[in-house]
């Protein structure tokens, strides 16, 4: 069965530097999405795109947060100066038509800011 | 933005034992989206309702959308252990492209 996949599982960084988390969406689909859950507490929205670009983004990404897909099959999240309160899972998620459908999540990228 | 309420927050429960929870919201949605979350995983679809009233299976669980728009619950029949795990309901509005709305999640511990 197709799957969302995401890189790194972990990744350690000092505050203040740039982190990029990647993800292969499904191949035919063509909405993506990214998600954050902080520790312990629910998931929250940050951004869909489609057709190469930001379709609705939260409050939550600010100009910090960029993304991009810079070619066929990545989907990648970029953090620009990483404060602690970054720290969180990120989740990928993708969906082949965005309306009425499902959203099928990656594993996550586990993000620890020092 | 669009609030959902889950409850309850966490269950202790005994190997055997029917589950129910539920999600509220003041605002429609769509399309309702129940979710099992291992520790350290991503989301796990369990059930997708896409019409109001509408009520799906899917082995021992039950999920069914409700008559408002605004509410839905979800119920796991004869519990396992392997049913240990966080659920979470999501809602879609119509005008968004897919996104979705968390709730706080129900924690469900059970007891062999």
């Known amino acids: 069965e197709p799957e969302v996949t995401q890189t790194p599982s972990h990744q350690v960084t000092q505050m203040g530097q740039e982190v990029i988390l990647r993800c292969v969406p499904i191949?035919?689909?063509?909405?993506f999405y990214w998600y954050r859950q902080i520790l312990g507490q629910k998931v929250e929205f940050l951004v869909s795109?489609?057709?190469?670009?930001?379709?609705?983004k939260s409050e939550i990404f600010d100009d910090q947060f960029s993304v991009e897909r810079p070619d066929g099959s990545n989907f990648t999240l970029k953090i620009r100066s990483t404060k602690l309160e970054d720290s969180a899972m990120y989740f990928c998620?993708?969906?082949?038509?965005?309306?009425?459908?499902?959203?099928?999540f990656g594993p996550g990228t586990r993000l620890l800011v020092l | 933005g669009q609030q959902l309420n889950q409850s309850p927050q966490s269950m202790f429960i005994q190997e055997g034992e029917d589950v129910s929870m539920n999600c509220t919201s003041s605002?429609?949605?769509?399309?309702w989206l129940w979710y099992k979350q291992d520790p350290g995983e991503g989301p796990v679809l369990l059930i997708a309702?896409?019409?109001?009233?509408e009520l799906t299976s899917n082995g021992r669980l039950t999920a069914q959308f409700g008559i408002t728009r605004k509410d839905s619950f979800l119920n796991i029949s004869a519990s396992i252990p392997s049913d240990v795990g966080i659920y979470f309901c999501?809602?879609?509005?119509?005008?968004?492209?897919?996104?979705?709305?968390f709730g706080d999640g129900t924690t469900l511990t059970v007891k062999p």
């Open positions: 795109f489609y057709n190469n670009e930001i379709s609705e």
């Open positions: 999501a809602g879609q509005p119509n005008t968004n492209a897919g996104k979705s709305t």
């Open positions: 998620a993708s969906t082949q038509t965005g309306l009425q459908e499902t959203q099928y």
């Open positions: 191949s035919n689909h063509l909405y």
């Open positions: 605002s429609i949605f769509n399309t």
């Open positions: 309702l896409y019409k109001a009233g």
